[in-house]
């Protein structure tokens, strides 16, 4: 069995505080996009779950979270553990703010639940993601949606108006825990316009929706990490880009095109810096 796992983006991405769980309360506008990894499932009497990527670094027992999802699927069903080989061809970055990994879980879910004839609905599904990590349960519903809570509650939208999208990762690690727990110790001095936001996708305004784009952890992270960050964002704007902003705890930045030719410009000059550069299309 063959299954697609889409990356994500933030459109918005605002905290909105602490809980009493250690998570933080969150107000965010995700999208898919057409960038994503692929995924094998076969079953494989007698070897056990395993998981096999074309990146070494990666986990290949329960601590990747596609074999996570495996479990969690089976628990829900009050299932033993099958044996289950996973083949992930990654292609969506690693610790880039586009819900790889997540989105590798939500696949797997989703080809499990199908194959057993689709015990739950999307919704109930989403909920059983959430025990894997807080983007699986956005990742399973997919497309344009507003994610509140932990990031598990969640809300279908108007899909964003079809549209280029440049995404590129700067070559350096985040470490999401510790951006949110910076959040917490910093006065943020912009929000991004989240009513806006929807308003504009009600509307089918994709240059609306553009122009409100924005992420708090831009504010969060060291002066020169965001030194970099904001670079990228200054090339998609110049390359006409109609909104840049950069996704989940970063460090991707993205833009939103209406035009092929410019996207595919944006592409390439930066693709002349920064290896993982993708010219995609919104899902
Ligand atoms: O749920 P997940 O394992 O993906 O979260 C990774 C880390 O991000 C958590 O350990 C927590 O530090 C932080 N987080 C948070 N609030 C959220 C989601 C994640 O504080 N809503």
């Known amino acids: 069995m063959e299954v697609q796992a889409y990356a994500k983006l933030n459109l918005t991405l605002d905290v909105l505080g602490k809980r009493e769980d250690g998570y933080h309360d969150l107000c965010m506008v995700m999208q898919s996009i057409t960038l994503h990894d692929t995924l094998t499932l076969e079953q494989t009497p007698g070897a056990g779950l395993r998981v ?3 990146l070494r670094f990666l986990p290949t027992g329960e601590k990747n979270l596609a074999a996570a999802a495996a479990l969690r699927f089976w628990e829900a069903l009050g299932r033993e553990p099958e044996d289950l080989d996973i083949r992930i061809a990654k292609r969506i970055p690693v610790c880039a703010g586009m819900a790889g990994g997540s989105s590798d879980a939500a696949a797997v879910l989703r080809a499990l639940n199908d194959q057993a004839g689709n015990p739950f609905t999307i ?3 989403a909920q059983v993601g959430a025990k894997v990590g807080s983007d699986v349960p956005y990742c399973v519903l997919g497309g344009t949606a507003l994610a509140e809570g932990r990031g598990e509650v969640l809300t279908p939208l108007p899909p964003l108006p079809k549209c280029w999208v440049v995404a590129c990762k700067p070559d350096f690690p985040i470490s999401t825990p510790e951006l949110f727990a ?4 910093v006065k943020l001095r912009r929000r991004p316009d989240t009513a806006g936001v929807l308003a504009a996708l009600k509307a089918g305004d994709l240059e609306g929706v553009a122009r409100r784009m924005y992420n708090v952890f831009e504010d969060v992270m060291s002066p020169r ?5 904001a670079e990228i964002k200054q090339t998609l704007i110049q390359k006409g880009a109609l909104g840049a902003n950069m996704s ?4 991707t ?5 209406d035009s092929r030719e410019r996207a595919e410009e944006a592409r390439a000059a930066l693709a002349l810096t920064y290896r993982d550069t993708f010219l995609c299309q919104s899902v």
């Not at 989940?248 to 460090?251: D, I, R």
């Not at 930045?253 to 095109?257: E, H, K, P, W, Y």
């Open 52 to 54: 096999g990527t074309n």
């Open 248 to 251: 989940g705890s970063g460090p």
């Open 253 to 257: 930045a993205f833009g939103l095109f």
């Open 225 to 229: 990490q965001y030194a970099r960050v």
């Open 182 to 185: 910076q959040v917490d110790s």
């Open 123 to 125: 919704q109930e599904l």
